[in-house]
């Protein structure tokens, strides 16, 4: 049983294009994640929704749209795809948003060609 | 906002010998410190934590030291093993902004 389990694992798809990460978790946990990790290994966060209510949502282009339909579900929307969105992207949950551990899904690998 | 220095980028150590990772912080109201690994093509996984209230904590051949004084955390591998190469990322909660902020993550190698 996958705790966070994120889909798809591998996306490749054209400039300009319209895609969708889906994220779900399992572990009753209050609050989930959007991280992204570039080519340099680098983590950065994109969005946080607590309770399905965004909390974090830090300096990402409004292409990328995120969508909390239920605490267990967090997918992520990505409008007019560029070259620069390639990167591998980890949906995360935590129990909630004062100093918890995170858990990460397993990635979704997405390349922009 | 918080940001948070990890050093060395890249670490090279022989099989068998210790290995310390070192990160600062610049909020003095973080006050949780947790350390993530992450293995070629997987995702980070917690190998240690550690609170504001303590100095040092030790799981096994891994250890953390906190100086809240210095801003400043550690990772401490000892008896290396070639299971140990991989990213670490440290990383530290800032109550301020409510997120946890990441290093920029150490590449360990570890040589046979």
């Known amino acids: 049983d996958t705790a966070v389990s994120q889909t798809p694992k591998y996306l490749v798809t054209q400039m300009g294009n319209d895609k969708s990460i889906k994220c779900e978790q399992n572990?009753?946990?209050?609050?989930m994640y959007w991280y992204k990790q570039d080519s340099k290994k680098f983590l950065k966060i994109m969005f946080s929704?607590?309770?399905?209510?965004?909390?974090i949502n830090e300096t990402v282009p409004n292409r990328f749209s995120p969508k909390s339909p239920d605490k267990a579900h967090l997918n992520l929307h990505i409008n007019s795809l560029e070259l620069g969105d390639s990167a591998v992207y980890f949906c995360?949950?935590?129990?909630?948003?004062?100093?918890?551990?995170?858990?990460f899904g397993e990635g979704s690998w997405l390349t922009v060609v | 906002g918080e940001n948070v220095e990890q050093h060395p980028s890249t670490l090279s150590v022989q099989e068998g010998d210790s290995a310390v990772i070192k990160c600062t912080y610049s909020?003095?109201?973080?006050?949780?410190f947790p350390w993530y690994k992450q293995e070629l093509g997987k995702r980070p996984q917690l190998i240690i934590d550690?609170?504001?209230?303590?100095g040092e904590k030790k799981d096994q051949r891994i250890a953390v030291t906190l100086n809240k004084t210095a801003k400043h955390f550690s990772l401490h591998i000892t008896e290396t093993q070639p299971e140990d190469s991989a990213v670490y990322f440290c990383?530290?909660?800032?109550?301020?902004?409510?997120?946890?902020?990441f290093g920029k993550g150490t590449r360990l190698h570890i040589l046979p």
């Open positions: 990383a530290a909660f800032s109550g301020g902004d409510d997120k946890i902020i």
């Open positions: 550690i609170r504001s209230n303590v």
């Open positions: 572990l009753g946990h209050d609050t």
């Open positions: 929704y607590n309770n399905k209510e965004l909390i």
């Open positions: 995360a949950s935590s129990p909630g948003t004062s100093g918890n551990t995170i858990y």
């Open positions: 909020d003095s109201a973080s006050n949780y």
